[in-house]
């Protein structure tokens, strides 16, 4: 029976069966929380990205002395010029959020606006959008 010398390098296949069988096993307990985790960043997201549109909403209502609306239903938002009916920008969420109810909030060209608070949900995770009279959107 030939013997394998002491300089000779590798693995099994056995070991390398128990290798990758660990890994499957490590991937299997990790997908889960992967899952709920790209959940609850989708709605921050989708919370930071309106947050930033009202910010723009309230821009251009000061820059050109105009009144700016955003106009939401539970599946998407527009910004609208209200001096010509030009959409500004125009969201749609994706299938998995909703906001609570149909929003309309005007910015106003001295910097105020109609204060409201908006809840996006997936179900599982809720963020809200908080437009304070000063024009002003924070995400909580």
Same mark, same amino acid.
């Given at each position: 029976?030939?013997?394998?010398?002491?300089?000779?390098?590798?693995?099994?296949?056995?070991?390398?069966?128990?290798?990758?069988?660990?890994?499957?096993?490590? +991937? /299997?307990? @990790?997908?889960?929380?992967?899952?709920?985790?790209? =959940?609850?960043? *989708?709605?921050?997201? $989708?919370? &930071?990205?309106?947050?930033?549109? +009202? /910010?723009? @909403?309230?821009?251009?209502?000061?820059?050109?002395? =105009?009144?700016? *609306?955003?106009?939401? $239903?539970? &599946?998407?938002?527009?910004?609208?010029?209200?001096?010509?009916?030009?959409?500004?920008?125009?969201?749609?969420?994706?299938?998995?959020?909703?906001?609570?109810? &149909?929003?309309?909030?005007?910015?106003?060209?001295?910097?105020?606006?109609?204060?409201?608070?908006?809840?996006?949900?997936?179900?599982?995770?809720?963020?809200?959008?908080?437009?304070?009279?000063?024009?002003?959107?924070?995400?909580?």
């Amino acid at each position: 029976m030939p013997r394998r010398p002491h300089d000779a390098r590798g693995f099994t296949l056995v070991e390398l069966m128990v290798i990758i069988g660990v890994i499957g096993l490590m +991937l /299997a307990i @990790a997908t889960p929380s992967f899952n709920g985790y790209m =959940r609850t960043n *989708q709605v921050g997201t $989708e919370a &930071d990205r309106m947050a930033s549109d +009202l /910010a723009l @909403a309230r821009t251009i209502a000061v820059s050109q002395g =105009r009144v700016v *609306q955003f106009v939401a $239903e539970s &599946d998407g938002y527009e910004l609208i010029d209200t001096s010509d009916g030009r959409v500004i920008r125009d969201r749609e969420f994706d299938g998995s959020i909703a906001l609570d109810a &149909d929003y309309t909030i005007n910015f106003f060209p001295w910097g105020a606006a109609d204060s409201n608070t908006l809840t996006l949900d997936t179900g599982h995770q809720t963020r809200t959008v908080i437009v304070l009279p000063t024009g002003i959107a924070e995400v909580h």
